[in-house]
RNA sequence: GCCCUGUUUUAGA
């Protein structure tokens, strides 16, 4: 069974849910019972393709068949609203899955942060991460990326990399995703020198930069319209072996 | 090694 959840789960992050639902049909066949992570699988396809009705329908089903929604039902069924910018119905979820004894958990807060950021509720952000706090929910690496994306986003840069030095003041170590998300705010606001000395920080620290790290340098300078660095960020990308894409 | 959260580029309307 974990060997086909497993599958289902890549199919269904991929956008193939009509051959992961195949595929659980044929697990049923070999009498294999789908558990409550299979249908997490599935829903969280649904919601990826936008059909959050659907993984609705789904969840009425687990419930029918005596499956148990865990918090993985919950912050799947919750990111679909989220992307949707249906903040309310995403709230109003958190406040089901309480009731119904599922403990939110972290990942739940970062699904309900993007949410927030996404939809430039940045105030609404900050006070989510002060109740996060407030119930010993400590942010991580992800809840830090996402509202200085959010402030990135915006344009608030001082924001963004208070947020940044703050994270690091807890101990929390920045990974590359982290690293692009902040240069690309740099880029954004039209400031290479501290994308770029970023770029330098992300080798110096022994992280390797990918490539995102790459496009993002080199849009920047386009968009600064210096083409000629953009050439040189383009062939050290090429010398550090990634292929464009 | 079963399921859920964060990053780049995207014309027109």
């Known amino acids: 069974r974990p060997r086909y959840n497993a599958i289902i789960g890549s199919l269904c992050r991929e956008g193939k849910v009509r051959l992961a639902f195949g595929l659980q049909n044929e697990m049923v066949e070999k009498g294999i019972r789908p558990n409550i992570s299979t249908y997490n699988a599935l829903m969280n396809g649904l919601c990826k393709l936008g059909h959050v009705e659907g993984a609705n329908e789904l969840l009425k089903d687990i419930v029918e068949i005596g499956l148990y929604p865990n918090s993985a039902t919950y912050n799947t069924l919750m990111g679909g609203h989220c992307k949707r910018g249906e903040m309310e119905k995403a709230l109003g979820l958190a406040y089901t899955m309480v009731k119904s004894g599922v403990q939110p958990n972290l990942i739940t807060c970062n699904i309900l942060m993007n949410g927030l950021c996404k939809g430039g509720k940045m105030e ?65 606001d039209g400031n290479m020198r501290y994308s770029s000395k970023l770029y330098g920080q992300i080798i110096k620290t022994g992280l390797t930069p990918d490539i995102i790290t790459y496009n993002t340098l080199i849009d920047g300078f386009c968009r600064e319209s210096d083409f000629q660095e953009a050439c040189r960020i383009y062939d050290g990308m090429l010398n550090a072996g990634l292929v464009p894409d």
């Open 124 to 188: 609404e952000a900050k006070k989510l991460l002060i109740e996060m706090w407030d119930q010993h929910k400590l942010p991580d690496l992800v809840t830090s990326t996402i509202l200085i994306h959010g402030y990135c986003t915006y344009g608030n840069m001082q924001e963004a990399l208070e947020l940044w030095y703050e994270m690091l003041r807890r101990g929390v170590v920045p990974d590359t995703f982290a690293y692009n998300v902040l240069i690309n705010g740099f880029c954004l």
